[in-house]
């Protein structure tokens, strides 16, 4: 009998793909072109497993379309592209990236806040335009950064190495909002102090969103959020579009209600508001926040694992639906 088969839905490194066929008959998008719905469905024919990226929706019609498909394996931390309970009803096992990126994504948050505050897009264009002809004593006078107060929304692993890098690198206040208080230990270490909704948004001078993307969490940042902030703050959103109604934060920055806005994640992305690409005060950057190479790779490899380790031994490495597990999953 041959080797059973799966799809890689996006080129990945070729040790990756080697590391697969050691396993597998593997089939893999070499040209990166996103799969249409009906183009996935027709390559996962007759596959066991596959590695999807958050392009790929894989839901309950695509685990009935393909009944020999037993896991999708995530090449991200975040999953809204699964219909979970669907794929759990169907007998599917998913899984995801979590910790491997946890660092390096933690540093390009950071990174989009100093940028915001420091207005770096805003003023590298004035440079490259030739308009800089002479130095001012308030030219692109920004935010302070040390010192401030750092407000995060969405305090998991993501949003605790933030902190940590807030409080102990910056010395900031760091304050945060998530569904469940963390432990004290754990906001002893990272030096957070859990706040209601409204206190971080009134109190935050720069407030960042990590927080996973679901239906509770749609437009968890609109106009009467926004509104609620300092006129001083910024925004900056390396969570998921959708989170922010985007087309508010524009108007928002366009009417200076809030200072700037870093973004790395966008509704309907990779189309963009377009008038987010013409307000002055925004950092925009494409879906990067974890784009090292070191973990890209350790992503892919992770995602490559699990479907190693679950179609070999049973046993994933990291499940996101790991109660199917013995009961239900398909076989
Ligand atoms: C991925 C991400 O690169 O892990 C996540 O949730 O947003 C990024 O790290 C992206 O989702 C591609 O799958």
Same mark, same amino acid.
């Given at each position: 009998m041959g080797k059973p088969a799966i799809l890689i839905t996006r080129k990945v490194f070729p040790d990756v793909v080697e590391h697969l066929r050691q396993h597998f008959e593997v089939d893999h998008n070499d040209a990166d072109e996103v799969l249409s719905p009906a183009q996935l469905v027709e390559r996962l024919q007759g596959k066991v497993g596959a590695l999807t990226t958050g392009s790929d929706r894989i839901d309950g019609a695509v685990a009935a379309a393909c009944p020999g498909l037993r896991i999708v394996a995530n090449i991200a931390v975040g999953y809204n592209n699964f219909d979970v309970p669907a794929l759990s009803s169907a007998g599917v096992l998913a899984t995801n990236t979590p910790d491997v990126l946890t660092e390096t994504t933690a540093d390009f948050g950071f990174a989009l806040v100093m940028a915001t505050a420091r207005r770096m897009t805003e003023s590298e264009i004035f440079l490259r335009e030739g308009r800089w002809n002479r130095w001012a004593l308030d030219m692109f006078a920004g935010a302070e950064v040390h010192g401030s107060t750092l407000g995060i929304l969405g305090m998991g692993r993501i949003g605790q190495a933030i902190a940590r890098r807030g409080a102990h690198g910056f010395g900031m206040k760091v304050i945060y909002h998530n569904r469940s208080r963390l432990d004290a230990a754990t906001e002893s270490e990272c030096k957070a102090s859990y706040v209601d909704k409204a206190t971080l948004l009134r109190e935050a001078d720069?407030?960042?969103?990590?927080? /996973?993307?679901?239906?509770?969490?749609?437009h968890a940042i609109g106009a009467a959020e926004i509104a609620q902030?300092? /006129?001083?703050?910024?925004?900056?959103?390396?969570? +998921?579009?959708?989170?922010?109604?985007?087309?508010?934060?524009? @108007?928002?920055?366009? @009417?200076? +209600?809030?200072?700037?806005?870093?973004?790395?994640?966008?509704?309907?992305? /990779?189309?963009?508001? /377009?008038?987010?690409?013409?307000v002055p005060n925004v950092v925009l950057t494409p879906h990067i926040a974890s784009a090292t190479i070191g973990t890209r790779r350790a992503m892919a490899m992770l995602a490559a694992d699990n479907v190693i380790a679950y179609l070999t031994t049973g046993q994933p490495r990291t499940p996101i639906n790991a109660d199917i597990l013995g009961k239900g999953a398909r076989a």
């Open positions: 720069h407030l960042i969103l990590v927080l /996973p993307y679901s239906a509770e969490s749609h902030m300092k /006129p001083t703050a910024t925004l900056v959103n390396i969570a +998921r579009g959708g989170i922010v109604d985007d087309a508010a934060l524009a @108007q928002a920055l366009k @009417q200076g +209600r809030i200072a700037a806005a870093g973004l790395d994640v966008f509704e309907g992305e /990779p189309k963009v508001h /377009p008038d987010l690409l013409t």
